[in-house]
């Protein structure tokens, strides 16, 4: 039986392209209770892009992100990464509901790197960053200790291998989260606002270390309040209000010659 996630006209996702975008979202809706948090997001991020996500608070940024990994279920529309439809499959001419299991082997290939670190607090950096590898049977166990070695370094931290995250600052906390995030390998991954949980002089050490990873190509999604690193970092700048994509286009554009008048009053109060 097909779910609630056909929307009708909607082409199902991955089905005819030969390059397919590393995000799109088609027709997305979300409801909590009677809160119409997303309505009709339609959005599509190629390969290597940086987009930034700004908007109010209650606007649906963070919601966005959890229904890009399947975290929200979306009540209409759907969404697909790499070509992929995430949390369902086709089935004849609409979708039909994935599996727990399978969701969660999809999600695996989908980076997050949450607000507030969500490390194992019994669990060194190092087995922080190595644990995914190990649990998805990707890597052996020696493997993913000497890849999370590698990542570690790659963010800062190879001399903090074996602290744990109490004994790490909020900014190392996150560095670690990130390096967690580039153990799968994803195609895309997604922040949540990085840098809202930590001290001021703790944000730019994050911030960097997201710079490094756009200049390297990696597709990445980016909610955040940071407008001097969303300028910096983005390919495209996508503001949402209301539970809608209101103006997207390069930092140029929608920072310093907004359309919309939306986007002119949130930007006026936060420059």
């Known amino acids: 039986m097909s779910t609630p996630l056909d929307t009708p006209g909607t082409p199902v996702p991955g089905a005819q392209s030969a390059a397919p975008a590393a995000v799109e979202v088609h027709g997305v809706h979300k409801w909590y209770g009677a809160h119409h948090v997303l309505d009709g997001i339609d959005l599509t991020i190629r390969p290597g892009e940086v987009t930034v996500i700004l908007g109010p608070s209650g606007s649906g940024k963070s919601t966005l992100l959890r229904v890009i990994n399947h975290l929200e279920k979306p009540e209409a529309g759907h969404v697909s990464v790499g070509g992929e439809p995430i949390g369902v499959r086709r089935h ?29 607090p019994h669990l060194t950096a190092l087995d922080n960053v190595a644990a995914a590898p190990v649990a998805t049977g990707r890597l052996s166990r020696g493997a993913a200790r000497e890849l999370a070695r590698e990542l570690l370094d790659r963010v800062g931290l190879g001399d903090r291998a074996g602290a ?16 967690r995030a580039l153990a799968l390998r994803p195609g895309v991954i997604l922040f949540d606002e990085p840098t809202s949980a930590l001290d001021p002089e703790l944000v730019g050490e ?14 990445l999604v980016i909610v955040t309040h940071e407008i ?39 930007l006026s109060k936060v420059l």
């Open 164 to 179: 744990y995250p109490r004994q790490l600052s909020g900014g190392q906390q996150q560095r670690v989260a990130i390096a």
């Open 92 to 120: 004849g001419k609409g979708l039909k509901e994935l599996s727990e299991r399978a969701i969660l082997a999809q999600r695996s290939r989908i980076g997050f790197v949450f607000q507030n670190f969500n490390l194992f």
């Open 228 to 266: 001097g690193f969303a300028r910096e970092v983005a390919d495209r700048i996508v503001f949402l209000d209301g539970g809608r994509v209101v103006e997207q286009g390069p930092p140029a554009q929608v920072l310093d010659n907004p359309s919309h008048p939306r986007t002119r009053d949130f």
């Open 206 to 219: 994050v911030l960097s270390v997201i710079k490094d990873l756009a200049a390297g190509g990696t597709t």
